[in-house]
């Protein structure tokens, strides 16, 4: 088994993603989730940074991501 962090073999990406660029990217959704907590259920507070992660992962800014899944909230599109 190679390690990680070896030339990689083709058709793979050029490198491992970087955990602390990976962790500075998600943080402020699970802040942002962190102070919903009370207010509503864990369920729906861990829903919603999920939902935001993903979306920045996919290339959303992160207020653009907050903007999208608080409009899947106001039309109670996940748990509460």
């Not at 207010?39 to 939902?51: F, M, Y």
């Not at 992962?57 to 899944?69: L, M, P, T």
């Amino acid at each position: 088994m190679r390690p990680p962090y070896e030339v990689p073999g083709p058709g793979m990406p050029p490198m491992m993603p970087d955990y602390n660029r990976a962790i500075m990217q998600v943080m402020p959704a699970v802040r942002h989730s962190l102070r919903e907590a009370r207010p509503v259920s864990l369920k729906h507070a861990v829903t919603e940074a999920a939902l935001i992660a993903f979306l920045i992962g996919k290339g959303y800014e992160y207020y653009q991501a907050i903007r999208i899944v608080e409009s899947w909230e106001r039309h109670e599109s996940f748990p509460m």
